[in-house]
């Protein structure tokens, strides 16, 4: 009998440069249902459990988006419980691709990646960490 092998539930993948942008890729294998995951990920309550307060949050499409303490932008791409895009100005373009994680529907696999110009590498493991805290029911520490 064959076991499955234990895979991290974060994986960082490879950082791409697309002209003068740097693309970071992260897997996130989480255990909750892809609804609760996408609440977490595109409602302005569960960003701010993990993430930033969302002061303006228009659900859809070229919706406005203000993030405290990482700026103001644009929903560049939404595909209920599938794709939430964010393009948020001097912070480039974060995107979150939701897919099932089993056939019954069990669990969570979320892609991960984000555009950006700057040099500076954003703290994404940790967010990551405060969003499967949270997930979990856990109370998240201190937002970055």
């Given at each position: 009998?064959?076991?499955?092998?234990?895979?991290?539930?974060?994986?960082?993948?490879?950082?791409?440069?697309?002209?003068?942008?740097?693309?970071?890729?992260?897997?996130l294998?989480?255990?909750?249902?892809?609804e609760?995951?996408?609440k977490a990920?595109?409602?302005?309550?569960?960003?701010?459990?993990?993430?930033?307060?969302?002061?303006?949050?228009?659900?859809?499409?070229?919706?406005?988006?203000?993030?405290?303490?990482?700026?103001?932008?644009?929903i560049?791409?939404?595909?209920?419980?599938?794709?939430?895009?964010?393009?948020?100005?001097g912070?480039?373009?974060?995107?979150?691709?939701?897919?099932?994680?089993?056939?019954?529907?069990?669990?969570?696999?979320?892609?991960?990646t984000?555009?950006?110009?700057?040099?500076?590498?954003?703290?994404?493991?940790?967010?990551?960490?405060?969003?499967?805290?949270?997930?979990?029911?856990?109370?998240?520490?201190?937002?970055?």
């Amino acid at each position: 009998m064959t076991r499955p092998i234990d895979r991290p539930p974060i994986e960082e993948g490879v950082t791409e440069t697309r002209g003068d942008a740097r693309v970071l890729h992260y897997l996130l294998r989480l255990p909750q249902p892809v609804e609760k995951v996408w609440k977490a990920l595109a409602t302005p309550e569960g960003l701010r459990g993990w993430l930033a307060a969302a002061e303006v949050f228009e659900p859809r499409l070229g919706g406005a988006v203000t993030l405290h303490g990482l700026g103001s932008g644009r929903i560049t791409a939404w595909d209920v419980e599938r794709v939430a895009e964010y393009t948020v100005e001097g912070r480039g373009r974060v995107r979150f691709h939701l897919e099932r994680g089993a056939p019954d529907g069990t669990g969570t696999t979320v892609r991960f990646t984000h555009e950006l110009e700057e040099e500076r590498e954003p703290p994404w493991r940790a967010r990551f960490e405060r969003l499967r805290a949270a997930l979990g029911g856990q109370e998240p520490t201190q937002a970055l």
